[in-house]
T-cell receptor, first 112, second 107 residues
Framework: DVKVTQSSRYLVKRTGEKVFLECVQD?????MFWYRQDPGLGLRLIYF???????EKGDIPEGYSVSREKKERFSLILESASTNQTSMYLC???????????FGSGTRLTVV | GIQVEQSPPDLILQEGANSTLRCNFS?????LQWFHQNPWGQLINLFY???GTKQNGRLSATTVATERYSLLYISSSQTTDSGVYFC?????????FGTGTRLQVFP
């Protein structure tokens, strides 16, 4: 069964820490995405990548960066975590000209 | 940018009831999808439906692209239908989500 795997289901970090959220897909997909989900706001796109070493800003990139050194892995980085980054983070992938997106099960991050 | 609005924001049903969820979008789009997020957070794709009507069991969806809306119908609802339903549109290779409809189905 094809899947998108996010490394942690729950994470608690302190304000100011550098945080890495990892996402791995086994479908050889070119496109990968990071979203955050907050109550009443739906899912908002943070960053996405169309290929290795490529990245594009989404709608809310401030306070985040990403890394895509290998096709299967897309990392979201919080350089200095803040309490307003407490949220559910979802990773997704799809292939070029594919209509279906596959989502990971999410990482619930709490910054204290 | 494109706006995606869903209604109602919350819906409470008794098992066996039918419901209609609506999604309005503000611009022409390449693609429209409906997702169900279960209580554990997993997003499952229900329909890819840029236009027309599709059915899958008790669920069906209709998109009228010229009028920029889509409807998701749930018939004979079950407690396992509970969760959040999202509409998402694709524009410029990005998937943009609505704010969702939270559905609770009680026995």
């Amino acid at each position: 069964d094809v899947k998108v795997t996010q490394s942690s289901r729950y994470l608690v970090k302190r304000t100011g820490e550098k945080v890495f959220l990892e996402c791995v897909q086994d479908m050889d997909h070119e496109n990968m995405f990071w979203y955050r989900q907050d109550p009443g706001l739906g899912l908002r796109l943070i960053y996405f990548s169309y290929d290795v070493k490529m990245k594009e800003k989404g709608d809310i990139p401030e306070g985040y960066s990403v890394s895509r050194e290998k096709k299967e892995r897309f990392s979201l980085i919080l350089e200095s975590a803040s309490t307003n980054q407490t949220s559910m983070y979802l990773c997704a992938s799809n292939g070029h000209r594919e209509v279906r997106y596959t989502f990971g099960s999410g990482t619930r991050l709490t910054v204290v | 940018g494109i706006q995606v609005e869903q209604s109602p924001p919350d819906l409470i049903l008794q098992e066996g009831a039918n419901s209609t969820l609506r999604c309005n979008f503000s611009d022409s789009v390449n693609n429209l999808q409906w997702f169900h997020q279960n209580p554990w957070g997993q997003l499952i794709n229900l329909f890819y439906i840029p236009s027309g009507t599709k059915q899958n069991g008790r669920l069906s969806a209709t998109t009228v692209a010229t009028e920029r809306y889509s409807l998701l119908y749930i018939s004979s609802s079950q407690t396992t239908d509970s969760g959040v339903y999202f509409c998402a549109v694709e524009k410029n290779d990005k998937l943009i989500f609505g704010t969702g409809t939270r559905l609770q189905v009680f026995p």
